[in-house]
């Protein structure tokens, strides 16, 4: 299928999918005119992609397992981050010790941003928690 289409079933649009193929987690074949094509096997990786950017995951991130994403079941991705091994040199662990140092960024993150945004309503004579 031609790039808008595969970006579409993939849930992202056609500037992603060229960025996300630039960062080496998809590679397209070409026809011999030069389009892009790609096949249901990179739909599922692309929606992989995306559903770890959506859980937080930096594109980095991503790219440091990105050779798991040949072994994403159909069903997603919870069984690649649950440090099941996989066929061959890699382990599922390498995307959950990524993941969980993203989990450990995120929360310093929340932690810094609670702690200003505490400092800023006391400024302001807010007494209130956060919502």
Do not use: W
Not at 10 to 31: D, I
Not at 53 to 66: K, Q, Y
Request: with cysteine; hydrophobic share 40%; net charge positive.
């Amino acid at each position: 299928m031609r790039i808008g289409d595969a970006a579409a079933a993939a849930g992202m649009t056609p500037r992603a999918l060229r960025y996300y193929e630039q960062q080496g987690l998809v590679t397209a074949r070409r026809t011999p005119s030069g389009q892009r094509v790609y096949d249901e096997e990179d739909i599922r990786r692309l929606k992989a992609v995306r559903e770890l950017r959506e859980a937080g995951l930096t594109v980095g991130d991503v790219r440091a397992f990105a050779h798991l994403l040949r072994t994403v079941p159909a069903d997603g991705v919870p069984d690649l981050l649950a440090g099941e091994s996989c066929v061959g040199r890699c382990s599922a662990a390498e995307a959950e010790t990524v993941a969980r140092r993203r989990l450990a960024d995120l929360d310093a993150r929340i932690a810094q941003l609670s702690s200003l945004r505490a400092r800023l309503a006391a400024r302001l004579g807010e007494n209130r928690a956060p919502r």
